[in-house]
């Protein structure tokens, strides 16, 4: 059952709230022959990132505090000038609030990346080596011992296997290198210790009253009493590395990227694109 602010902003998304002006019909034409595009586009990425990842998350797949505005059907067949109307006028019984400081060029710049977020418009171009990224992947960047692709690797993650499906190589990007890095709802990290002495650390997946339980590194579930307990701390950060900027090259984050946007599970349909990889699997 999905909480019922997330039923709320799926449902008030679907609302046309307004009929825009004829103003912002002739702004949104200006748009397409602007010949500073990829800058604008660039300028709406950042209004993303600053205004709405907070709530939508970075690739707009929702959090606990609001809907999924990337993969869902009902958002992606709005069309631009309903969108761009939510956003200017918000979905006060959703929560969502009304950005009356945003122009129609920069509501029309978000809608932009928005539909990029929903594999929309441009065809993605891979910004590295897929075949270099996924060494990365299983070996210098260490990310297989949390997360699996096509059933490989680790457990603590969420699956990436189709996480980068619709996803630009700027959002992925930046989702590798964040720092500092809040753990979402179901992934924050905690260490205990036993009355025994004995020392564990890993995800809280579930907690009550009385129990905990606690998945570690190697994918093993630990049920313990708190009366057993001698110390139960949730870590602030991430169990995710924040480092990736230091650890990783320029160039390496780049073929990481691509690995990650090539990868699909068995059955899916791998995205066109203008510069094709070998199989990265």
Known sequence: ??????????????????VLPSSFMQAE?????????????ASGRSTF??????????????????????TSDKVQHLSDAQLA???????????????????????LALVDYLRSLQGKGQVRTLPGDAKRGKEI?????????????SGKGGFLGPDL?????????????EEIIRSPRVPPMGYRAARLTTTSGHHLEGLVRNEDNFSVQLQTKD???????????QSFEYLKNSLMPENYRERLTDSELRDLVSYLMVTVP????????KKKEEDAE
Do not use: W, Y
Request: one cysteine or more; hydrophobic letters at 35%.
């Open 1 to 18: 059952m999905l909480p019922i602010h997330k039923c709320l902003a799926q449902f008030g998304l679907c609302l046309i709230l307004s």
């Open 29 to 41: 034409q200006d748009l397409s022959s602007d010949p500073g595009l990829e800058a604008t586009r």
């Open 49 to 70: 990132n600053s205004s709405c990842a907070g709530c939508h998350g970075l690739d707009g797949r929702g959090s606990d505090k609001a809907a999924n505005i990337a």
């Open 85 to 107: 109307s939510i956003i200017s006028n918000g979905v006060p019984e959703a929560g969502m609030p009304a950005f009356h400081n945003l122009n129609e060029k920069q509501v």
């Open 137 to 149: 992947f299983f070996e210098k960047g260490d990310c297989a011992s949390c997360h699996t692709i």
């Open 161 to 173: 296997s189709d996480h980068a499906a619709d996803a630009s190589a700027e959002t992925l990007r």
């Open 219 to 229: 994918g093993s579930f630990h049920f313990l009493k708190k009366a057993e307990l």
């Open 266 to 273: 068995a059955g899916k349909t791998l995205p066109s694109r």
